[in-house]
């Protein structure tokens, strides 16, 4: 067998860390690789603009902020590509998510985890919960547990360990919020496992969450994290999120080809496979990693597998976008002294959700500046996203005074919107996708956000072990080749 070929379709983090991980890691296997992104830059949702203002640099973030570093696979990628200098952790003294409660920005009791108390103090003395919704969590201690394995929603699961207050209160703005998902149609299995596991393991959340804590305490509550280096539980980059897909891009040496597509995808000889690009030229590959979104993917592989495209057309999408501000810091009234405000879907405000980014972290504004961050569209309000830049620029400054008394213009902002940018994992998720990956033709691979995780260190982890499966199956074939 002549030197195998690998397609990569889509130079989002999923695409390159995908060939990062072929060209790093498998050695079994000599192999060359073409990696293909249809747009004309690298990276995906993974976008960040810096902005000179003020004898200083604005660094603003299109899409994510962060990662997460208990999940460990983005982390170290970063380290790999020789970044450590470059992590920045959260600005951990300043952690304090607020939540609007009747219209009130209200902190989450200390030590809160995720959705679970964890201390009874702070948390009895919140002014965020009813007694009776406080009274209504405490059942978690001796409601017994569902061990039936079977998802739910994360709405359902919430409202049955610890009642309708707290998936309102706390459960839909900070679990929700972080997949754009309604908590009413969102698998618990595909997004909390961990959740259901506590459950099954002992009995109640709460106690679940303290025996957790308990076995590694980390900063404020947090776990520690589990590779040595930043403790924070989300880390960024100094100069943006962007310099994880620079560091990506130098670091390749297969065929990159930015600015062009794929169209579809054919059988070729033997095991081999045709795609059509979208300038008119053809490419052959022994496997093709498929790391577009699922829709596309759909069409990608309609002619090939007809089933697998029809599964992949089910996986829903929604838009979001993110609009931020800077403001002078002299003119801005309130102490942002937290991450930021979390909005539940019962307050019926026309943004989502706001992070005071230059608190949060080090090095995102000029000293005497803020920047600000606030995220709109998803399920609860599509409609904002057609809105213009001016009007969407009015809503949203209409929303800062009304929250945070915000009333200057700002001096710049930036909006992007992200059209069917994030995947819905329903209900039923994982059993759909694992139907669904047993139909794909031999030396086709499906990776990227829509699948096992929307976070960028799931994404990381994916690749790695859809590379890890094409040195297999590539191994397997050139034994059976001689
Ligand atoms: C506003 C926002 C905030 C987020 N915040 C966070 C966060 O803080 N932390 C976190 O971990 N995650 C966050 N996420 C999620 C995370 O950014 C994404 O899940 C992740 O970046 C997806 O990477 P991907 O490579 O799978 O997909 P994408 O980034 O979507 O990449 C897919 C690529 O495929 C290309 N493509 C499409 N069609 C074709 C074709 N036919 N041929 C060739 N190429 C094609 C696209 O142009 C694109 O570049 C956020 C997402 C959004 C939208």
Redesign the pocket.
Known sequence: MPQPHVAI????????SAAWYLQNQVSTVPLTYTL????G??????RTEHVGAFDGEFVV????????TQKPW?LQLARALGLQEQLLATNDQARRVFVLNHGKPTPLPEGVLLIVPTEFVPFARSPLMSPLGKLRMGLDLIIPPKLDGADETLADFVRRRLGAEALDKIAEPMMSGIY?AEAERQSLLATFPRFRELEEKYGSLIKGMLASRRARPGPNGHRASPVSGPSSA?VSLHDG?EALVSALVKSLTGHLRLG????GIARSDGTQYELAL?NGEHLRADVVIV???AY?AA??LRGLAPDTAAGLDKIRYVS???ISLAFRKSEVVHPLDGFGLVIPRSENRPINALTWTSTKFNHRAPSDCVLLRV?FGGSRNPAIMNVDDERLLRVVRAELKTLIGIDAEPFFYRI?R?MR???QYDVGHLDRLGQLEAQLPPGIFL????YRG??????VHQSQQIASRTAEILSQRIRETG
Not at 9 to 16: T, V
Not at 61 to 68: C, K, Q, T, W
Not at 447 to 450: C, L, Y
Request: aromatic share 10%.
């Open positions: 379709i889509g130079g989002g983090i999923s695409g390159l293909l992104e249809q747009s830059r690298w990276g995906g949702k993974i973030e299109g899409g994510p902020d962060s990662f997460l983005a754009n989300f999120m062009i597509g794929v169209q979208t790391t577009t979104p596309v069409d990608l979001t976008g993110t995220f992007f992200w940018a994030n995947p990776t990227g956000s829509a929307v976070g960028i260190p799931d994404c």
